[in-house]
């Protein structure tokens, strides 16, 4: 039982992210055919496409789009956009690219929000405003809305009044001002990291007077913010956060902050939107800043960037972003397998399946974050089939425990499987 125990708290820590059985590391794969700094990336059907960005070889910023095959491991230069680019927001609304804001190099008052069909040689103009005017602002596109956030204007100067969050209705083709309460002054944070997952989207440093360690969350559907009360480990900004539904986890990467020109660490968040859970990942091998990353395939890839230099790094590197298991999934299928419990979160009692394979002694467990032991709820021999417990949020002398993160185990054959749940009082 002693190891048991032991394995339940190791499989805990795999779960919230503090380490794993082993630990995937960055590995350089390969170089950019065209390398370049402040460039954007999205992926579509299994391609990776990096989008402007400033170019060492040119000394300038650059109009390209770039495309490349993880596959084949071939780049080649796909379309241009109308505006030479740096520091600027890309994303992808009914399989269209759209594309505002960053330093540019042709038209300084230009406020084009651009539009690219992944097949044109060329982005077209899709709408004009001022408030496209934004350099090292963050964002996304949930449903038919672009969400802009933060940043600077560029071409009308710092005194430029611009809503901390403002939003375009791909349908209406308006923009409106969400949040200009936030930031009283025409100061606003400028490269924070962000990324959406289901209905929230995570925020995270940035640059406001000084660099940042905030964790912030934005609801999407009200477009509400609100503090968690978690902060990253270091300060950054010019980072990229991902996520990968692979893992379920969001990654942040790289960047700078006040002592650190370019960093090098990786941060893996766990239960992001409910009690998150921050922990240190894998050192990547070039620290860089105002770099590029997307998810595909359960992996990481990072391209371009600065290092503390600022030479653009043309070394591409990646890290698996899929899921990890302490026991062999052969086994599991094998023998027995845990559902997530439903409802979760839960209040005031969830309902735990599994089944079995074959006639067998099981135990199923509740633990609480720290790895104590809250309750046993079942200890002795059951069929093979489909089973269902109840859990009604209490301990192993009856009283209701409080809101909170709990890790719950079946425990078979010297095997184990360990799941997360929420309970929310």
Same mark, same amino acid.
């Given at each position: 039982?002693?190891?048991?125990?032991?394995?339940?708290?190791?499989?805990?820590?795999?779960?919230?992210?503090? +380490?794993?059985?082993?630990?995937?590391?960055?590995?350089v794969t390969g170089k950019m055919k065209?390398?370049?700094?402040?460039?954007?990336?999205?992926?579509?059907?299994? +391609?990776?496409?990096?989008?402007?960005?400033?170019?060492?070889?040119?000394?300038?910023?650059?109009?390209?789009?770039?495309? $490349?095959?993880?596959?084949?491991?071939?780049?080649?230069?796909?379309?241009?956009?109308?505006?030479?680019?740096?520091?600027?927001?890309?994303?992808?609304?009914?399989?269209?690219?759209?594309?505002?804001?960053?330093?540019?190099?042709?038209?300084?008052?230009?406020?084009?929000?651009?539009?690219?069909?992944?097949?044109?040689?060329?982005?077209?103009?899709?709408?004009?405003?001022?408030?496209?005017?934004?350099?090292?602002?963050?964002?996304?596109?949930?449903?038919?809305?672009?969400?802009?956030?933060?940043? !600077?204007?560029?071409?009308?100067?710092?005194?430029?009044?611009?809503?901390?969050?403002?939003?375009?209705?791909?349908?209406?083709?308006?923009?409106?001002?969400?949040?200009?309460?936030?930031?009283?002054?025409?100061?606003?944070?400028?490269?924070?990291?962000?990324?959406?997952?289901?209905?929230?989207?995570?925020?995270?440093?940035?640059?406001?007077?000084?660099?940042?360690?905030?964790?912030?969350?934005?609801?999407?559907?009200?477009?509400?913010? !609100?503090?968690?009360?978690s902060r990253i480990i270091t300060p950054?900004?010019?980072?990229?956060?991902?996520?990968?539904?692979?893992?379920?986890?969001? !990654?942040?990467?790289?960047?700078?902050?006040?002592?650190?020109?370019?960093?090098?660490?990786?941060?893996?968040?766990?239960?992001?939107?409910?009690?998150?859970?921050?922990?240190?990942?894998?050192?990547?091998?070039?620290?860089?800043?105002?770099?590029?990353?997307?998810?595909?395939?359960?992996?990481?890839?990072?391209?371009?960037?600065?290092?503390?230099?600022?030479?653009?790094?043309?070394?591409?590197?990646?890290?698996?972003?899929?899921?990890?298991?302490?026991?062999?999934?052969?086994?599991?299928?094998?023998? $027995?397998?845990?559902?997530?419990?439903?409802?979760?979160?839960?209040?005031?009692?969830t309902n735990i399946s599994f089944t079995?394979?074959?006639?067998?002694?099981?135990?199923?467990?509740?633990?609480?974050?720290?790895?104590?032991?809250?309750?046993?709820?079942?200890?002795?021999?059951?069929?093979?089939?489909?089973?269902?417990?109840?859990?009604?949020?209490?301990?192993?002398?009856?009283?209701?425990?409080?809101?909170?993160?709990?890790?719950?185990?079946?425990?078979?054959?010297?095997? $184990?499987?360990?799941?997360?749940?929420?309970?929310?009082?």
């Amino acid at each position: 039982m002693k190891n048991q125990i032991l394995y339940i708290l190791f499989s805990f820590h795999l779960l919230c992210g503090y +380490l794993t059985a082993d630990e995937p590391t960055w590995q350089v794969t390969g170089k950019m055919k065209y390398p370049v700094s402040g460039a954007q990336s999205v992926v579509r059907d299994s +391609l990776v496409y990096v989008i402007g960005g400033y170019s060492d070889s040119l000394q300038a910023n650059v109009r390209w789009i770039q495309q $490349f095959n993880p596959v084949s491991g071939e780049w080649s230069i796909v379309a241009n956009m109308i505006e030479k680019r740096y520091g600027f927001f890309a994303g992808i609304h009914d399989d269209k690219l759209y594309i505002y804001g960053g330093i540019n190099e042709v038209n300084p008052n230009s406020f084009n929000l651009e539009e690219w069909d992944f097949g044109s040689p060329n982005t077209v103009v899709h709408n004009e405003n001022e408030l496209f005017d934004r350099v090292f602002s963050t964002g996304t596109v949930y449903k038919d809305n672009l969400l802009m956030i933060g940043g !600077y204007a560029a071409s009308r100067g710092s005194n430029a009044n611009l809503p901390y969050i403002a939003n375009f209705d791909f349908h209406s083709m308006e923009i409106s001002s969400v949040d200009d309460t936030s930031f009283t002054s025409n100061a606003l944070p400028v490269q924070q990291m962000s990324v959406a997952v289901n209905d929230n989207l995570f925020l995270f440093g940035g640059s406001f007077n000084g660099v940042l360690q905030n964790y912030d969350i934005i609801q999407l559907e009200n477009l509400s913010r !609100y503090s968690v009360g978690s902060r990253i480990i270091t300060p950054r900004a010019a980072g990229v956060a991902v996520y990968s539904s692979y893992s379920d986890l969001i !990654y942040l990467i790289g960047g700078y902050n006040e002592t650190t020109p370019a960093v090098a660490s990786l941060e893996v968040i766990s239960n992001y939107d409910t009690y998150p859970l921050v922990s240190a990942g894998s050192q990547l091998n070039y620290a860089r800043r105002n770099h590029a990353a997307v998810v595909l395939n359960e992996k990481i890839y990072v391209f371009g960037g600065e290092n503390a230099s600022g030479k653009v790094i043309d070394f591409i590197e990646e890290i698996y972003a899929g899921p990890v298991s302490v026991v062999e999934e052969s086994e599991l299928i094998k023998n $027995f397998s845990l559902s997530q419990n439903y409802p979760n979160p839960f209040n005031p009692e969830t309902n735990i399946s599994f089944t079995l394979q074959k006639s067998m002694e099981i135990q199923v467990e509740i633990y609480n974050t720290l790895g104590e032991k809250i309750i046993t709820l079942v200890d002795g021999s059951f069929l093979a089939g489909n089973h269902s417990i109840k859990w009604n949020g209490s301990n192993q002398e009856g009283k209701a425990v409080p809101t909170g993160v709990y890790l719950y185990s079946l425990i078979a054959d010297h095997n $184990f499987i360990t799941k997360k749940m929420l309970l929310l009082r």
